[in-house]
């Protein structure tokens, strides 16, 4: 255990400590006093930091919850093919992703810009008119994270229900459970466990996004993160950035907090067994 505490040291406690150490610093710049100020300057904006704030955190879940929606029929589905063919099927859902994100943020942009192949689609369904687009609004920004973070949803939960015993369900099924009753009392306990790990692997880079909100997003899609890249790229605030970064940390690891306890109470036994 030696040597992987010292590697967890080194490149998460040290870097942490710096990090809040960092934010008691005076700004702009560093000089080296250990003041605290930045921390009063934020909590005495709160219409500005508090609202970006909260809105990373609800297009993080909302991305999140858009991921399990599609990941987990998608996640079935391979878990139900014959063997020789869920590897293949995995790798064309991995695939796309092993290219340079900021490739795909920029697909994205060209996708859902004014005439772009889903605007032209939506315009000929009805349901957006000629001039209408999803660039530079939130909604860009949470389908670009939906589609970003998919993967790591898809291979969590597949982990999960590729598990699931089929005579578990044939017994749930010879005791006269239906569908909906074998889905909502074996299957989804059963998985509780994928989702809680999908849950954290998808919501903390969601929620801390920002070169996505930043290209596609404009002011409407504006993220907390977007603004701590601004603090050290242009104001060259770095103490306002840490205390900014530790306060992001904090909420999202109480948010996580927060589903994991949610995740519990609703599957007490699956996740119990998990420990």
Do not use: C, K
């Not at 967890?8 to 250990?34: I, Q």
């Not at 009063?40 to 500005?48: F, K, N, S, T, V």
């Not at 032209?120 to 999803?134: E, I, K, R, T, Y």
């Amino acid at each position: 255990m030696l040597p992987s505490g010292l590697l967890l040291v080194a490149l998460v406690v040290a870097p942490l400590g710096l990090l809040v150490y960092f934010g008691l610093l005076s700004g702009p710049g560093v000089d080296g006093r250990v003041t605290g100020e930045e921390w009063g300057r934020i909590a005495g904006q709160p219409e500005l930091y508090g609202r970006l704030l909260l809105r990373s955190l609800g297009l993080g879940l909302a991305a999140t919850a858009l991921t399990i929606v599609v990941a987990w029929p998608t996640a079935w589905a391979l878990s139900r093919h014959v063997r020789r063919v869920r590897a293949l099927y995995l790798a064309l859902v991995i695939i796309p992703h092993l290219t340079s994100s900021l490739l795909l943020i920029y697909a994205m942009y060209v996708l859902i810009a004014p005439g772009g192949p889903l605007m032209a689609a939506l315009v000929g369904v009805g349901l957006a008119g000629a001039g209408d687009s999803l660039l530079f609004t939130r909604w860009a920004v949470l389908l670009m994270l939906a589609y970003l973070f998919l993967p790591f949803m898809v291979i969590a939960l597949y982990a999960a229900v590729e598990r699931i015993d089929d005579t578990v369900l044939d017994a749930a099924r010879s005791l006269g459970a239906g569908s909906w009753q074998r889905f909502r009392h074996v299957v989804l306990p059963l998985t509780a466990p994928g989702m809680l790990a999908g849950l954290v692997i998808v919501f903390t880079p969601a929620a801390g996004a920002f070169v996505e909100a930043q290209i596609l997003g404009g002011t409407d899609g504006m993220m907390f993160g977007t603004l701590i890249s601004e603090q050290v790229s242009r104001v060259n605030n770095q103490p306002r950035a840490a205390a900014m970064s530790v306060i992001l940390l904090v909420s999202i690891l109480m948010l996580l907090g927060g589903l994991r306890w949610g995740l519990r109470r609703a599957f007490p036994g699956a996740l119990r067994a998990r420990r």
